[in-house]
């Protein structure tokens, strides 16, 4: 019995050598110098907003997280307060690490439902409202030039697939005040 205690305790020794090696990852922080606009009943009144040459330069400059109320105020409403379809846009570099690394997205949370384009290329969907979720970008990311990160929110007033999501939290932080549809992309690209 003292044997296995022992071999197990030089695994772990081991594991944990073995852990404090690997090389941290690196982060880039996209919190800001993003542009966006929203819409409140057409889905695809900025279709063709992820590619890179879409004129983008009337956009709202926003930095994320970012709340709704900054299209058209606040309301108070029986349900919620804006709902509808926000697109948002982002130029940002990232330095090749080598061929053998892998590139990913990190949200915090896009309520209610978010798609992701990257280069045009898209990368992912996710239904969450204010739950974080991670795209790898591995294939689509450049190096030689901006990336372009396109993201649509859609925070439609009859969500019935979701548990209740109208409005969200900022940074982890639960509010009935809040109403913060784009709840945080922090600590976004990671390798």
């Known amino acids: ?4 205690r022992l071999g197990l305790f030089w695994i772990g020794i081991c594991f944990n050598l073995y852990a404090l090696a690997q090389e941290p990852r690196k982060q880039y922080d996209l ?3 993003w542009v966006s606009t929203m819409h409140e009943t057409d889905s695809l ?3 063709g907003f992820e590619k890179d040459g879409y004129n983008s330069v009337d956009w709202l400059s926003v930095q994320v997280p970012h ?12 349900h919620g307060n804006t709902h509808g379809y926000a697109w948002y846009r982002k130029k940002f570099r990232v330095e090749n690490e080598g061929k053998d690394k892998r590139y990913f997205l990190y949200f915090e949370g896009v309520g209610a439902y978010a ?3 990257l280069n045009g290329k898209k990368i992912g969907y996710h239904a969450g409202g204010r739950t974080t979720f991670t795209l790898d ?5 450049r190096f030689d030039k901006d990336n372009i990160l396109a993201v649509r929110a859609d925070h439609p007033a009859a969500i019935r697939d979701l548990p209740w999501v109208c409005g969200g939290a900022r940074k982890n932080v639960a509010s009935p005040r809040a109403r913060n549809p784009w709840e945080s992309l922090d600590r976004c690209i990671y390798m």
Do not use: C, E, H, P
């Not at 019995?1 to 296995?4: E, G, W």
């Not at 709340?67 to 029986?78: E, I, K, M, S, V």
């Not at 970008?137 to 990311?141: F, G, K, L, N, S």
């Open 45 to 47: 009144a900025f279709s």
């Open 31 to 33: 919190t800001d110098n």
């Open 137 to 141: 970008i591995t294939d689509a990311v």
């Open 115 to 117: 798609t992701v384009w």
């Open 1 to 4: 019995m003292q044997k296995i």
């Open 67 to 78: 709340n709704w109320d900054t299209y058209a105020g606040y309301r108070r409403l029986l």
